[in-house]
């Protein structure tokens, strides 16, 4: 069937000349034949319905009826009846026969022409994202290919709509279509020379060639749909990252430009919009991010993460309050990769559970030999708010600490900011729970997430840790008197205040002035191994 295809497909490609050769080859064979077998009274005119039919194949109907008109001659008047005795054939005999030939090909070309309507639905439909009912990426790689032939540049944009499963999850399914189409119609008003694509239900693909105005429709795009807006009674907004590849030329294939586009979007970071341009950097970095995927669940497998204790030190009397649990990976002669890299990687993959598990589990064995030596500090682990709200990992959790027989409230959970909002009530319930069972809750790199203080105070928490991009700013005076309306507003509501990433005397003294009540940071020491922190608690 493949095979009949692609011989159908290269016959159609031959060029016109072949084609007229192969009929008329066809044509003067079957003439000669019904001349030598004695004119036109044997049945050997019948043949001429093969060139017919073949021409009509070639060039439809068309092509059918002019081919049926030569051959009816051919065979008609110019063909004797009988060639031995010479009688030629009467008028009605060959004009009767012509008809034949001319209903035969009209009616294979009416067949052929039904054939070509079916295959081009079906192409059409091959076209089409049934959800949008735009053009899919199949199309986009024709476009771009007949667009590379003829040496025309382009630039292409992937739009990636970063909420619109959370809106159809949690809103109202039914709005993301309304959405999709309210944005599809304001692409093609701000643009009207756009080639538009579906790259998925989420994700559009657009073509600018270089004769059409600037990418400012773009810009206007994204900052209109990046702020609340209403439709039917829900307010909501639709923030997009838009990759942009220019292709200047040259030999690169359709598919791999679109690519280039897509990897550019990567570069935003979580719930990030905006434009991103593509440049080489970004597809290196594509690369190592697949690498660390591909190796991370042999990291655990093979034992090569580890873990690190970075004290945590209490300001009043500059003693060591407790230690930051923090995770290492061993890659041996590979490239280094930190936890903020592969934390998130883990998270995208789905193993961030394994490592957190691998944590605990190591933790807590530290801890109750910590705990054997008479070492009395408080521990912190860094979790991610998809683990707390996972019923099974909590009761994993509980389950482990009363084998180990380790005291709640020495423990720490600390969740960065960003996400603390972002999660809602539920996440709410399950810090009140863990609090209520003796826990510590954390709000790690306070300043990051663009809470304000009201929304914090509205989560239950007993710790505020200022990150470290305000202690590196602590020389102007707005950073200054930002941090200390912080910390009084924080001790008002009966919390501590944490400084991180201390790292010079300034710093810790600037700090002190504020009133904060701990610090930790490369001042007083850098992430240690048990037994160097150990040393360094004793030392
Ligand atoms: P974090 O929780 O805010 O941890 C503090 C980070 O700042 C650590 O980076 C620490 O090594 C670094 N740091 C501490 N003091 C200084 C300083 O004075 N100067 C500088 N430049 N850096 C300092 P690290 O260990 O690379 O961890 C990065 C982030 O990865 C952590 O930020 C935390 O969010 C996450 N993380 C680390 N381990 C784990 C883990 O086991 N589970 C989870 N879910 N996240 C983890
Ligand atoms: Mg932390
Ligand atoms: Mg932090």
Redesign the pocket.
């Given at each position: 069937m493949i095979e009949g295809t692609k011989l159908q497909k290269n016959i159609l490609k031959w060029p016109k000349r072949y084609k007229v050769l192969l009929v008329g080859i066809i044509a003067i064979l079957i003439t000669n034949l019904m001349y030598v077998t004695g004119g036109s009274r044997t049945s050997v005119a019948q043949l001429f319905h093969i060139p017919i039919v073949l021409s009509t194949y070639f060039w439809r109907t068309r092509g059918g009826v002019i081919s049926a008109i030569v051959f009816g001659i051919l065979a008609g008047p110019l063909m004797p009846l009988n060639v031995e005795e010479g009688i030629m054939q009467t008028p009605t005999n060959w004009v009767v026969r012509l008809v034949v030939f001319a209903i035969v090909a009209t009616f294979s070309g009416h067949v052929f022409d039904q054939i070509d309507r079916l295959h081009s639905e079906i192409r059409e439909k091959d076209l089409t994202n049934p959800f949008t009912g735009l053009y899919n990426r199949n199309k986009f790689y024709i476009d771009a290919t007949n667009n590379i032939s003829k040496g025309r540049l382009f630039t292409v944009f992937t739009i990636k709509l970063i909420n619109i499963d959370s809106i159809g999850k949690y809103v109202d399914p039914a709005l993301v279509e309304k959405l999709i189409n309210q944005l599809i119609r304001d692409l093609k008003l701000m643009h009207e020379n756009l080639e538009l694509y579906s790259y998925s239900d989420d994700e559009f693909i657009l073509i600018k060639y270089p004769e059409c105005n600037s990418i400012g429709f773009i810009e206007d795009l994204i900052s209109k749909y990046a702020t609340y807006f209403k439709i039917d009674d829900f307010e909501v907004r639709l923030p997009m990252k838009v990759g942009v590849y220019e292709y200047l030329g040259g030999n690169e294939s359709p598919s791999k430009i679109l690519d280039k586009a897509r990897i550019a979007y990567e570069q935003a970071k979580e719930r990030e919009y905006g434009i991103f341009y593509y440049n080489d950097k970004i597809e290196e970095e594509v690369k190592e991010t697949f690498e660390i995927a591909a190796s991370l669940p042999d990291a655990i497998k093979e034992k090569e993460l580890f873990?690190?204790y970075?004290p945590k030190i209490n300001l009043k009397d500059d003693s060591v309050e407790g230690v930051?649990?923090?995770?290492?990976w061993n890659r041996g002669n590979r490239k280094p990769v930190?936890?903020?890299v592969f934390?998130r990687i883990a998270e995208e993959i789905g193993l961030?559970k394994d490592?957190?598990h691998f944590?605990v589990e190591h933790a807590f064995n530290q801890i109750s030999k910590w705990e054997s030596k008479d070492i009395k500090i408080n521990y912190s682990?860094?979790?991610?708010a998809r683990?707390l709200l996972d019923v099974d990992f909590i009761e994993w959790a509980e389950k482990l600490i009363e084998t180990f027989n380790l005291e709640r409230t020495n423990i720490e959970i600390?969740l960065?900011e960003r996400v603390l909002c972002e999660e809602g009530d539920k996440l709410t319930s399950v810090l009140k729970y863990l609090r209520k069972l003796g826990y510590k809750i954390s709000v790690?790199?306070f300043g990051t997430g663009y809470n304000s203080l009201t929304t914090i105070s509205e989560i239950p928490f007993d710790i505020l840790?200022i990150?470290?991009y305000f202690i590196n700013r602590l020389d102007r005076l707005e950073v200054r008197e930002m941090i200390k309306s912080v910390i009084s507003f924080a001790h008002r509501l009966d919390k501590i205040v944490v400084a991180?990433?201390?790292?010079t005397k300034d710093q810790l003294d600037c700090i002190k002035k504020l009133g904060c009540d701990m610090a930790?940071?490369?001042?007083f020491s850098?992430?240690l191994l048990p037994e160097d922190f150990e040393q360094y608690l004793y030392g």
């Open positions: 873990l690190v970075q930051e649990i923090l995770s290492r930190g936890p903020n934390i961030i490592i957190t944590v682990f860094n979790v991610t683990e600390e960065t790690d790199d840790k990150d470290r991180e990433g201390i790292e930790q940071g490369y001042y850098k992430p």
